[in-house]
């Protein structure tokens, strides 16, 4: 299905796709494979390998393990624990050999990575609208967004890893100038990186690229929904010419690899994003740097002297856009009462022009990525219906496609007040005082974005200091990018901070070389 001839090797005879390990596309030894649902269609769309690596002791008896270890032996399906093992032992001499390759040769190295990237956007993009319903031009952006991202990471790794520090003793008092020290950035390994079905190519590369430039080996482990995307971009990076063993990518389960991956002593790093897995995540891992990024209940709260068109357009956006299916899509509105009715009728009437259907279509509302995530959604607004929500449209779903649905006068008994549909259903909750409008945003447990609306910065500034997130928007809907802006939440939203910059630093640590020089009577005399 590919669409062109560079990606016919990292798939099968039987359109399984193969996973990639040291510098091959390979067939797992499990002989098993995951299908990948197409949300639209809801039929299987593609087939990926199942690295799967968990022992199950469900008989509790050491002779029932012998057992399917033999059944295993004699029938060729050995676990694949062995060849997560073989990733993580190429990924570290893989790793050793890069951090000696020149700075400026990782770069290079980067930069075509990102052109073969771009040059492959419309097969990508392709994967992007079966697998995860993402609109077909959304899909594209993707792809051209993930390629400036690896060029400029790799323009950014070459500034701010060229740099070191030097500091002489004396500034320390009871010292005399006897001692220099070096100090500069070193990778720190291999890097796990585990992106969401949202993004699955931009989210990986913001972890890929980072992690190549700073010296560091790379293991991705995308999302099941997602995967085939990240197949196909990682052959991009292939084809780069990149060293044997320095990235790898496993597919499976989260449910069947998760932890093997998670708790392997190989990773020093992990970079996460995604839902409260990251929460477990971050009680498993050992003693290595985590960055995650674990979603959001991203409020926008609107003063009276808002730009009420500017607020309309901002909250269709960020509530709709993908379906609403964004960690940073606003997910609770908190307007002031006075200007409440006209901020509603001015969503809603640009809500009417939302187009419904198809991602092939482009449409701005397409199904989002699974029954399950649905059922989830129907719940939330079942929930906010009992208890007397004011339905500002009437209620709609076939299969996984949800019409788009804005919900008034919500109270914060109601989950939606809460809780993240990750879907296109918005609550508005009406406040009397900005003070009222905060509480609310912080009493979440999240605290990824937030934005706020105002004509007085002053007000807005205050607002955003009061705010308990990770980044305020004044006057926009909440968003990651730019991508070299500093992305971070705070509370149940994440650990570490993103964006390029930070990324790289965060895939480092310090390394210092102290010269210690002979006493000043030496050369003084
Ligand atoms: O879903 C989580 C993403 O980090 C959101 O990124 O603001 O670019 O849509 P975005």
């Known amino acids: 299905m590919a669409g062109t001839d560079v990606f016919t090797e990292i798939v099968d005879g039987e359109q399984v796709y193969k996973y990639y390990a040291d510098g091959e596309w390979k067939k797992s030894a499990s002989g098993k494979s995951v299908s990948i649902v197409n949300p639209t269609t809801r039929e299987p769309q593609y087939k990926v390998q199942e690295l799967a690596c968990v022992i199950r002791f469900h008989c509790g008896s050491i002779f029932f393990i012998v057992f399917l270890c033999l059944v295993d032996w004699v029938f060729g399906t050995a676990c694949t624990q062995e060849e997560v093992n073989k990733v993580m032992e190429a990924s570290k001499a893989a790793q050793k050999l890069w951090a000696r390759t020149p700075l400026w040769k990782r770069a290079e190295h980067l930069h075509k990575a990102a052109a073969i990237l771009k040059e492959h956007k419309a097969p990508i993009a392709e994967c992007l609208v079966k697998e995860i319903a993402k609109p077909a031009k959304d899909a594209v952006t993707e792809v051209v967004r993930s390629g400036d991202l690896v060029s400029y990471t790799a323009e ?33 390994g291999v890097v796990l990186a ?81 839902g409260d897995t990251g929460i477990a995540i971050s009680k498993k891992a050992g003693m290595i740097p985590l960055q995650m990024e674990l979603g959001g209940k991203d409020a926008c709260i609107v003063l009276e002297d808002a730009d009420l068109d500017l607020v309309a357009s901002n909250i269709v956006k960020g509530g709709y856009s993908y379906s609403g299916q964004r960690c940073t899509a606003v997910k609770v509105v908190l307007v002031m009462e006075s200007v409440a009715d006209a901020v509603v009728e001015k969503v809603k009437a640009k809500m009417a022009k939302l187009s419904v259907g198809s991602p092939e279509d482009d449409c701005d509302i397409t199904p989002v990525v699974s029954e399950s995530s649905a059922n989830f959604i129907e719940g939330l607004v079942m929930d906010a219906k009992e208890k007397a929500a004011t339905f500002c449209q009437e209620y709609r779903r076939e299969g996984n496609l949800i019409w788009p649905l804005l919900l008034d006068h919500v109270r914060p008994d109601m989950r939606i007040a809460w809780e993240e549909p990750f879907g296109p259903v918005l609550p508005v909750i009406r406040i009397s005082s900005v003070e009222e409008g905060i509480h609310h945003c912080n009493a979440s447990n999240f605290g990824l974005q937030g934005c706020v609306f105002t004509r007085d910065i002053n007000k807005a500034i205050l607002i955003s200091d009061a705010m308990e997130t990770g980044t305020v928007q004044i006057n926009s809907a909440p968003a990651r990018g730019p991508d070299h802006f500093p992305f971070q939440g705070l509370k149940d939203s994440g650990i570490g901070s993103q964006g390029i910059t930070n990324s790289i630093n965060m895939m480092t640590k310090i390394k210092s070389t102290v010269i210690n020089l002979p006493s000043p009577s030496y050369t003084m005399g």
Do not use: W
């Open 194 to 274: 585990i992106p969401p079905f949202n993004y699955p190519v931009n989210l990986a590369v913001s972890k890929i690229a980072p992690a190549l430039i700073a010296g560091n080996s790379l293991v991705l482990k995308p999302p099941t929904q997602g995967a085939v995307a990240a197949l196909h971009m990682i052959q991009c990076f292939h084809l780069a010419g990149f060293p044997k063993g320095l990235i790898s990518c496993v597919t499976g389960k989260g449910s069947e690899i998760g932890d093997f991956l998670t708790m392997h002593p190989g990773v020093n790093c992990i970079s996460f994003t995604g």
């Open 156 to 188: 950014e790794g070459v500034r701010i890893l060229g740099e070191g520090k030097l500091l002489v003793s004396d500034s320390f008092p009871g010292n005399e100038r006897s001692k220099y020290c070096l100090s500069s950035k070193v990778p720190l």
